[in-house]
């Protein structure tokens, strides 16, 4: 079975800092892992992936996540957090063995300040 | 090019009704899951179809339901409406489904269905 934790329910960061929301995941196989946002009332925005080679990802907005196979972590960072970025946060892994199926963490509230 | 459209997008019925919630995929994707949020959680699967066949389900009762449909639009069926069905159910398309699951899922802005 596939699992995914996010330690965190909410990370307050102030704008202009840099920000990290945490993941670890359970997969059999090779993972292949996944960032999304969730604004309030609207669907799944996808950010980024890690499916093989580069152990730093960047994806949209400038957000990055870096895969660590040792300790089964796949955290999302930015070097610069905006107001504009609060919002849901979900990592989500799928087994490389085969099917479609996301498993989804619990989400993270990024809260941005000023 | 549209994104995934889903419909309606808010729902109100009572318990023990059915519902019937639709999802058009992106243009040339032919695989279509559905997954249900429940207020304060992630999403959880239902159901994933590629080329009009069931290739997965997640733990859920058999009074829900989906198919799809020869241009891969897809419908949710959930039967005895129960309070805990209430939730923001979201349709995924991805182009592929056979396996290759390097790429990633594609996500409409989802059904709100309220339940009372």
């Known amino acids: 079975a596939q699992s995914v934790a996010q330690p965190e329910d909410q990370v307050n960061v102030a704008e202009g800092n840099p920000l990290t929301v945490k993941c670890t995941y359970s997969?059999?196989?090779?993972?292949?892992l996944f960032w999304y946002v969730q604004y309030p009332n609207r669907g799944l925005q996808f950010l980024l992936k890690y499916i093989t080679g580069d152990n730093l990802v960047k994806g949209s907005y400038g957000f990055e996540a870096e895969f660590n196979k040792s300790q089964t972590s796949f955290h999302l960072k930015k070097p610069s957090a905006l107001v504009s970025d609060s919002a849901l946060y979900f990592c989500?892994?799928?087994?490389?063995?085969?099917?479609?199926?996301?498993?989804f963490g619990t989400g993270t509230q990024l809260k941005v300040e000023l | 090019d549209a994104g995934v459209t889903q419909s309606p997008t808010h729902l109100i019925k009572t318990r023990g009704q059915h519902v019937t919630l639709r999802c058009s995929p992106i243009?040339?994707?032919?695989?279509v899951s559905w997954y249900q949020q429940v207020l304060g959680q992630g999403p959880q699967f239902i159901f994933q179809?590629?080329?009009?066949?069931?290739?997965g389900r997640g733990n859920f009762p058999d009074r829900f339901s989906a198919r799809q449909f020869p241009n891969y639009s897809s419908e949710l069926n959930v039967n005895a409406l129960l309070l805990g069905d209430s939730a923001l159910y979201l349709c995924a398309s991805s182009p592929r489904g056979g396996g290759e699951g390097n790429t990633e899922a594609f996500f409409g802005q989802g059904t709100r269905l309220t339940v009372v």
């Open positions: 997969v059999s196989g090779n993972p292949y």
């Open positions: 989500a892994v799928r087994d490389g063995g085969g099917g479609n199926k996301l498993t």
């Open positions: 243009s040339g994707h032919k695989s």
């Open positions: 179809y590629y080329e009009k066949e069931e290739r």
